[in-house]
T-cell receptor, first 110, second 115 residues
Framework: KNEVEQSPQNLTAQEGEFITINCSYS?????LHWLQQHPGGGIVSLFM???GKKKHGRLIATINIQEKHSSLHITASHPRDSAVYIC????????????FGKGTKLSVKP | DAGITQSPRHKVTETGTPVTLRCHQT?????MYWYRQDPGHGLRLIHY???????DKGEVSDGYSVSRSKTEDFLLTLESATSSQTSVYFC??????????????FGEGSRLTVL
C-alpha cells in the first residue's frame, strides 16, 4: 500500500523551466512537509503546511486538504535545484506518525 | 548551522557485531526520530522519542533499540548487525507549536555497511 504517492518519479527539465511536483495521499493529515535532498547530502525541510499556499523565493507549495493533494512548484528552475524532493504527511496529530513519499528526482540541465 | 549532528557519518562493520549511532542536538527539542533510507522506499521510521526516557517503536523497529538519557542525545543501537541493516540512517528533530506539528530538522545521515 502506498499512502503517499509522488509524481513524477523522475523529472528532467531545462534551466528556466517551470516545474511542478505532485503529492497525493490517502489518509487524513494534520500537516504536510516538502523536503529537499541533494545527491549524497542531507535532508532539508522546505515547507510545512496545513492549508493554502506558502512561498519562499522561487519555491511555492500548495495544498488542497479536501482533495488530499499538494504540489511543489519551482519557477525559473536552475541546475542547483537538481535534487530529490520528498513529500511527507503527518497524520494522527503525533510527530511519530509521518509517512514519506518515495521522492521525485529532479535534474535541471543548463 | 548544525543544530543536529550524527556520528559516525560512515561505518563498515561485520555481521553480528553491535553498532551504535549517535544523534546530538543543541536546540533542546523534545521530539527526535531515527529513520532509514533505502532505494525504492521512502524514509521509514525506526524509533522516535518524545522526551527523556520516552521512546516508541516505528514502522521498522525490529533489530533496533534506542535510548535517550538526556534531551540532546538519541542513540540508535543495532545489537547484532545484519546485512539487511545496510542503509543510510537519518536522525531528525521536530518542533511543536501550540500542540501542533512544527518543522523538521535532519542530521547529515550515517551510511552503514554491514558485510
Amino acid at each position: 500500500k502506498n499512502e503517499v504517492e509522488q509524481s513524477p518519479q523522475n523529472l528532467t527539465a531545462q534551466e528556466g523551466e517551470f516545474i511542478t511536483i505532485n503529492c497525493s495521499y490517502s489518509v487524513g493529515i494534520s500537516a504536510l512537509h516538502w523536503l529537499q535532498q541533494h545527491p549524497g547530502g542531507g535532508i532539508v525541510s522546505l515547507f510545512m503546511l496545513s492549508s493554502g499556499k506558502k512561498k519562499h523565493g522561487r519555491l511555492i507549495a500548495t495544498i488542497n486538504i479536501q482533495e488530499k493533494h499538494s504540489s511543489l512548484h519551482i519557477t525559473a528552475s536552475h541546475p542547483r535545484d537538481s535534487a530529490v524532493y520528498i513529500c511527507a504527511v503527518v497524520y494522527g496529530g503525533s510527530q511519530g506518525n509521518l509517512i514519506f513519499g518515495k521522492g521525485t528526482k529532479l535534474s535541471v540541465k543548463p | 548551522d548544525a543544530g543536529i549532528t550524527q556520528s559516525p557519518r560512515h561505518k563498515v562493520t561485520e555481521t553480528g557485531t553491535p553498532v551504535t549511532l549517535r544523534c546530538h542536538q543543541t536546540e533542546n527539542h523534545r521530539y527526535m526520530y531515527w529513520y532509514r533510507q533505502d532505494p525504492g522506499h521512502g524514509l521509514r521510521l525506526i524509533h522516535y522519542s518524545y522526551g527523556v526516557k520516552d521512546t516508541d517503536k516505528g514502522e521498522v523497529s525490529d533489530g533496533y533499540s534506542v535510548s535517550r538519557s538526556k534531551t540532546e542525545d538519541f542513540l540508535l543501537t543495532l545489537e547484532s548487525a545484519t546485512s539487511s541493516q545496510t542503509s543510510v540512517y537519518f536522525c531528525a528533530m521536530g518542533t511543536r507549536n501550540r500542540g501542533r506539528t512544527g518543522e523538521l530538522f535532519f542530521g547529515e545521515g550515517s551510511r552503514l555497511t554491514v558485510l
